[in-house]
């Protein structure tokens, strides 16, 4: 019998281990000073253009919206070109792209520890509403934005079309798949992860990065920086708003909660992770209120499209245990022969606060689709082979008890028409989620959509094959090919479109329609469409 790892102490034992230290070193590290209080000065006038990582929103709600920028004449350089001092711009909201009719305005101080980066959360709109919007700073017209509400709670609602996107990986290939995402006519992106990559593969490599593995707080903003600098990932961001979520390159390839890859210690990692969330933060079209509190950042959230559909948006990473059948210290994907550790009921992905927020969610929920966005493929992407069953530990696979627990509680609410969205894996998915993963005699309680990455290398046809035939809840499984998935919601139907584009994804790639899928309402599973 397999000797059991070590049991590896929770996120809130291990902090209770150090104490207050490690957060608070990391608190104090990046947030030690108080905000400037210096008064708000004007955009130098000899200032290059301020807004060269574009606008961009998100967090539709019935009566509010988020608008974002951030102002970096030299975005690759410390402070982004610009003094240490807080500096005054304006926005603008208008009915129409040549604000002819504006309807609100006002002014915020960009402030240098938050690498001058702007955070409105405007209120008071008219809900399912489409706005246009801009900035200004001194003579510099930001370019347009365009945003829209979601509709009042109970209103009914006929139609919701989103882009599922994820794993964006800047040097692996060019953005065609943001190209046509910001071309097309939908009411929001549903971001789920790797929206940057710390990490490099010189054998894929199409484009640079501008520098190293980012560790620091300058680091990761340079990081962010070049990725916005994509004009097609900043023409997605300005035609939609957007919900996000993350997953581990952000920080730290496969980290686990306070474990880290690289075998830092949790102190130190911890001061990498706050670096992280805190670039993270000032790059994303995020509320003012989720501005990380040193290591800790609550991204985790709930959105609803009238009585059509609600959306939750899970993290995955901060509040996870370690990787199985490991050391039991260091974090990191392996793939392993099962372990007596998965069987460990304590171990968990989304942390026991989280678990207890979704499933009150889930069972109170009055819309008729119930959308789940988290980071990974849930249903079960086993591998079985002439030596015996494999799992990729850093996937649900790795957290069976974990998964058991989510799907009981799918079961339990009584709820119907479930959705869950996924990235992470690098292939288009479509998969019955079912209590008991891959027995055909166990109920099928949800329906599953993953999408594949917009630029990040897959999986070899040989190990695709294996994954195919070890697992009968995945109706359709490709890992060749780059892209997003187009989802479309209606009283009848949950519809999927898998967009896909050879990879590497070139500059003028044109995508085509991979596989499509329907889930019916009332009806667990998926079909092709």
Request: with cysteine.
């Amino acid at each position: 019998m397999p000797r059991p790892a070590p049991r590896t102490m929770h996120r809130r034992q291990l902090l209770r281990v150090l104490g207050r230290q490690a957060a608070a070193l990391a608190l104090a590290n990046l947030f030690g000073s108080a905000r400037s209080a210096a008064r708000p000065v004007a955009l130098p006038a000899d200032s290059p253009y301020p807004f060269t990582l574009g606008v961009a929103s998100g967090m539709p709600r019935p009566t509010s919206v988020v608008l974002w920028t951030r102002l970096a004449p030299r975005p690759h350089e410390r402070g982004g070109g610009l003094p240490d001092a807080p500096i005054e711009l304006r926005w603008e909201l208008a009915a129409d792209e040549r604000f002819a009719a504006p309807l609100r305005s006002g002014s915020f101080v960009a402030q240098p520890d938050r690498a001058h980066s702007v955070h409105v959360e405007v209120e008071g709109l008219a809900s399912a509403t489409s706005y246009f919007y801009r900035f200004s700073a001194g003579d510099a017209l930001s370019p347009i934005g365009r945003t829209r509400t979601a509709p009042a709670e109970d209103a009914p609602v006929a139609r919701l079309r989103f882009a599922l996107a994820s794993c964006q990986h800047y040097e692996q290939g060019w953005y065609a798949g943001q190209r046509e995402i910001a071309a097309r006519d939908l009411d929001f992106v549903l971001f789920v992860g790797d929206y940057i990559y710390e990490s490099s593969n010189p054998r894929y490599r199409l484009r640079p990065h501008e520098g190293p593995v980012p560790t620091t707080l300058d680091g990761y903003r340079a990081r962010h920086a070049t990725y916005k600098l994509d004009a097609d990932l900043r023409a997605a961001h300005a035609a939609h708003p957007w919900l996000l979520t993350w997953d581990d390159h952000e920080v730290e390839n496969d980290y686990a909660g306070v474990h880290s890859r690289s075998e830092l210690d949790p102190a130190t990692f911890l001061r990498r992770r706050a670096a992280a969330y805190q670039a993270y933060f000032e790059h994303l079209p995020v509320a003012p209120a989720m501005a990380p509190q040193g290591p800790a950042m609550r991204i985790h959230d709930r959105y609803t499209w009238g009585r059509l559909a609600e959306l939750w948006t899970l993290d995955a990473r901060q509040y996870r245990d370690v990787q199985a059948c490991g050391d039991g210290a260091s974090a990191g994907g392996r793939v392993v022969a099962p372990c007596a550790e998965l069987d460990d009921p304590r171990r968990t992905v989304f942390g026991p606060e989280q678990e207890r927020w979704l499933g009150a969610g889930l069972a109170a929920s009055r819309a008729q689709w119930k959308l789940l966005a988290q980071g990974s493929q849930l249903s079960p992407g086993v591998a079985e082979t002439p030596f015996g069953r494999r799992i990729h530990s850093d996937g649900w696979d790795g957290y069976p008890i974990a998964r058991e627990r989510l799907l009981r509680s799918l079961a339990e609410s009584g709820q119907r028409d479930l959705l869950c969205l996924g990235g992470d894996v690098h292939r288009h998915v479509a998969a019955n989620v079912r209590l008991l993963p891959n027995d055909r005699k166990s109920p099928i309680v949800a329906s599953e959509f993953v999408c594949t990455s917009l630029t990040s290398r897959g999986l070899s046809e040989a190990a695709m094959d294996v994954l195919r035939t070890s697992n009968p809840d995945m109706v359709h499984a490709r890992s060749d090919e780059r892209g997003y998935a187009l989802i479309e919601l209606s009283a009848t139907a949950a519809s999927c479109d898998f967009r896909a584009t050879p990879f590497p994804a070139l500059a003028g790639a044109r995508l085509h329609s991979q596989a499509r899928f329907a889930v019916e309402a009332g009806v667990a599973g998926v079909q092709r469409d």
